[in-house]
């Protein structure tokens, strides 16, 4: 069979409802984390980032959460309409030139 | 607008071809990266450049080599593909001081046959 790793992780939701992508980071020593979107046909495009030292940042109907204790980060996307539907990438950036991207997760909205 | 624009939407090479991919940037920024993309593993490093002439390797650079001659342009070079270079690539670039915030290309869907 395929291996599991060649599946993005998917989820799929309901137009208006709130989404929630989640992602594990490997890193402690990282300082920035960035969420990525990349529609199909597309480059990812940036949507927001968070610093180290904090554990919440807003943005246009996006929050990201930071979780160090457990590694763990969160997009949240309030009102989910159906051009948000896209493959989403965290990514973790110690300072420097090299960004670490997860291996994304597609979102389905649905009408 | 930044706009990020590569050469090739899609490409169809031989095996043992020499291929030459190329990004230009019109952002003035001084940092450009080619990744390549594959199902389920995320975008992986290959190729970086911080400055005119000056590379560093990323995390997949065999088989890849890279120039920048210019600031707005940063070409990846395939020396002799080979078909586990099929792939997408994506070059992007970003500004100095926010390296982590990298304005990406369209890609480049490459098939070696």
């Known amino acids: 069979g395929e291996s599991v790793g060649l599946h993005l992780p998917t989820l799929s939701v309901q137009e208006g409802d709130n989404s929630i992508i989640n992602c594990a980071y490997s890193n402690s020593a990282s300082d920035y984390f960035i969420w990525y979107k990349q529609e199909s046909g597309k480059g990812p495009q940036f949507i927001i980032d968070?610093?180290?030292?904090?554990d919440k940042r807003q943005g246009q109907r996006v929050t990201v959460l930071l979780n160090k204790t457990v590694k763990h980060l969160s997009l949240q996307i309030a009102a989910t309409q159906p051009g948000d539907s896209a493959v989403y990438f965290c990514?973790?950036?110690?300072?420097?030139?090299?960004?670490?991207f997860g291996a994304g997760t597609r979102l389905f909205v649905k009408a | 607008d930044v706009k990020v624009t590569q050469s090739s939407r899609y490409l169809v090479k031989r095996t043992g071809e020499k291929v030459f991919l190329e990004c230009v940037q019109d952002?003035?920024?001084?940092?450009m990266f080619w990744y390549r993309q594959d199902p389920g593993l995320g975008l992986r490093l290959i190729y970086f450049s911080y400055d005119v002439k000056m590379k560093e390797k990323g995390d997949i650079p065999e088989g890849y080599s890279v120039s920048r001659e210019k600031k707005e342009r940063f070409s990846l070079i395939l020396e002799s593909a080979s078909t586990n270079q099929t792939s997408m690539y994506l070059c992007?670039?970003?500004?100095?001081?926010?390296?982590?915030?990298?304005?990406f290309g369209p890609g480049t869907r490459l098939t070696v046959t």
């Open positions: 992007a670039s970003s500004h100095n001081a926010g390296a982590y915030e990298q304005y």
């Open positions: 952002m003035d920024h001084e940092n």
């Open positions: 990514a973790e950036n110690m300072g420097g030139f090299k960004t670490i």
């Open positions: 968070i610093r180290s030292n904090m």
